[in-house]
């Protein structure tokens, strides 16, 4: 995969990123790539949710602005603090989108093991889980068999700003960050050690 590194976006410039790029591997001019960024304070509605599951627009003093969004899933929120992994996928010779967000889920499982962290599956819904909490939200768009989209892991964001949603469809917003699980470490570590795991993608390219 080619990595590409962003400090920060804003989130419709990040949707604007992932389009283009998904255009020019159906026109053979890209390759299936993984995205690393990060966005300001936003809420964003995916194709399962409403606005009805954004309770505030303002948490803390602070305003975040809400967007609808073309992935899969209900509501979610990115913020500082929280890793965000595009993963613009090729499917085309192996078409099967379960078996991409199994891997979404896998590469985030097998990284935060690296931190010592012991993630999993839940049946409350798709994305990464420690104990009962959701650490890496995932949504997925597909177009074409190149999807795009991908993961929100939470490093060490503010908390607080899930109050203001129905985070998932969860009226309890279960979230937990690798912060508050005891875990000290930075954006460029985990990306180094997702950048390793996104090897799992290779069989499905």
């Known amino acids: 995969m080619h990595?590409?590194?962003?400090?920060?976006?804003?989130?419709?410039d990040s949707i604007a990123?992932?389009?283009?790029?998904?255009?020019?591997?159906?026109?053979?001019?890209?390759?299936?790539?993984?995205?690393?960024?990060?966005?300001?304070?936003?809420?964003?509605?995916?194709?399962?949710?409403?606005?009805?599951?954004?309770?505030?627009?303002?948490?803390?003093?602070?305003?975040?602005?809400?967007?609808?969004?073309?992935?899969?899933?209900?509501?979610?929120y990115h913020g500082p603090g929280q890793l965000i992994c595009y993963v613009i996928a090729d499917l085309r010779r192996?078409?099967?989108?379960?078996?991409?967000?199994?891997?979404?889920?896998?590469?985030?499982?097998?990284?935060l093991a690296e931190f010592g962290v012991q993630a999993g599956r839940d049946e409350r819904g798709i994305g990464v889980w420690v104990d009962g909490k959701k650490i890496a939200a995932i949504g997925v768009r597909c177009r074409k068999w190149i999807t795009y989209h991908g993961i929100a892991l939470n490093i060490d964001p503010d908390l607080t700003h899930f109050s203001g949603i129905v985070a998932c469809g969860m009226t309890d917003s279960p979230v937990t960050s690798m912060q508050?699980?005891?875990?000290e470490t930075n954006r460029q570590a985990v990306e180094a050690v997702i950048t390793r795991h996104s090897s799992i993608f290779d069989k499905g390219l």
């Open 3 to 12: 990595i590409r590194h962003h400090d920060s976006q804003d989130y419709p």
């Open 17 to 76: 990123e992932q389009e283009a790029l998904v255009a020019d591997i159906l026109a053979g001019k890209a390759e299936s790539s993984l995205i690393f960024t990060q966005h300001p304070p936003v809420y964003t509605i995916g194709t399962s949710g409403s606005e009805q599951d954004v309770l505030h627009r303002t948490v803390g003093g602070e305003r975040i602005d809400v967007y609808a969004s073309g992935r899969g899933g209900e509501v979610t």
């Open 94 to 111: 192996h078409q099967d989108l379960h078996q991409h967000v199994h891997r979404l889920e896998q590469m985030m499982i097998n990284t």
């Open 180 to 183: 508050a699980l005891g875990i």
